[in-house]
């Protein structure tokens, strides 16, 4: 599957999903930010996911969960040096570059889940 | 489930389909409420409803009930007419997915009229359920399942399905200190 072809179908997942039109879902769109996706969404996502390009998501492998529950992670709000290690080792669909050089606060870290991100993420689920 | 919006179960396939069914009747206030040109008629929003208990049912009887099931999400609901003192009102619930986190479900509202005999499709709910101890972390909610209270189980037992109820220590601590 061409990646136009995934970007395509994930438009129709996050329309379905998040009742947003295909013309607002562009590459470079934030789930969060520019979407309006909340927290309950990104599990709706993950089954529209699941059921489009019939394969299996592991909780936490699309996006960032949990990370609060471990202080190495995350220290006064902001994501350790670990915290970045581990999720750039994770989640190589995510590009934590812009993150990574902020103030690293961990309430802004839903809005690195672009649109591409989630097509990265397919692209890769299919290849392995 | 304080609040049932569903009479009886009638068909039941474990971890995958659950009907039930629902008798309108004038004897029910919100009718009164909602009047549209001289008839009174089922509020969509009560079906939403009795679907989301229809499909909450079968998605919490898959852990037997051990896990907390909230409705997260209506992500579509059609209605293509109304029902009205007298109909009933067939829900039909199917898990599309289901994880540790939650479950999505499909469901069919199917509707007889009073007096007939035949079943017509007169709508169609998606819900998202989340296993909220699961997909909340973080949260703290209370040890035994409130959400599903002796209400259901009296459901439960009128169709035969009380079996599929887990007596947990917890939930029997609860029930005591309810008393």
């Known amino acids: ?128 | 489930m304080r609040w049932l919006w569903i009479d009886c179960i009638i068909e039941h396939e474990p971890e995958q389909r659950l009907v039930a069914i629902k008798n309108v009747s004038l004897a029910e206030e919100h009718l009164h409420d909602y009047v549209i040109d001289g008839t009174p008629v089922m509020p969509f929003s009560l079906m939403i409803e009795g679907m989301a208990q229809t499909a909450g049912i079968l998605v919490g009887s898959t852990s037997r009930f051990r896990e907390k099931v909230i409705l997260a999400k209506i992500s579509k609901a059609t209605l293509d007419c109304d029902v009205t003192a007298g109909d009933t009102i067939r829900y039909e619930a199917t898990i599309e997915r289901i994880d540790k986190a939650g479950a999505s479900t499909h469901g069919t509202i199917n509707r007889r009229v009073a007096g007939g005999d035949a079943w017509e499709r007169i709508g169609k709910v998606e819900l998202l359920f989340s296993h909220i101890d699961n997909n909340l972390a973080g949260l703290e909610f209370p040890e035994h399942n409130f959400v599903f209270s002796d209400n259901f189980k009296m459901i439960l037992e009128t169709a035969g399905l009380s079996h599929l109820v887990e007596t947990t220590q917890e939930n029997r601590d609860a029930t005591i200190n309810n008393c």
């Open chain 1, 1 to 128: 599957m061409s990646r136009d072809d995934i970007f395509e179908k994930i438009q129709e997942v996050l329309d379905d999903a998040l009742g947003v039109d295909e013309d607002e879902v562009t590459p470079e769109a934030s789930l969060t930010a520019d979407l309006g996706a909340e927290s309950i969404d990104f599990l709706d996502i993950v089954f529209r996911l699941e059921k489009t390009f019939d394969f299996k998501i592991s909780q936490g492998e699309l996006f960032p969960e949990n990370l609060t529950e471990n202080e190495e992670w995350v220290n006064d709000g902001k994501l350790t040096d670990e915290g970045l290690s581990m999720l750039k080792g994770r989640m190589t669909h995510v590009d934590f570059n812009a993150f990574s050089e902020s103030d690293r606060n961990i309430s802004t870290i839903g809005d690195l889940i672009t649109v591409n991100s989630l097509v990265n993420f397919v692209e890769i689920k299919l290849a392995s």
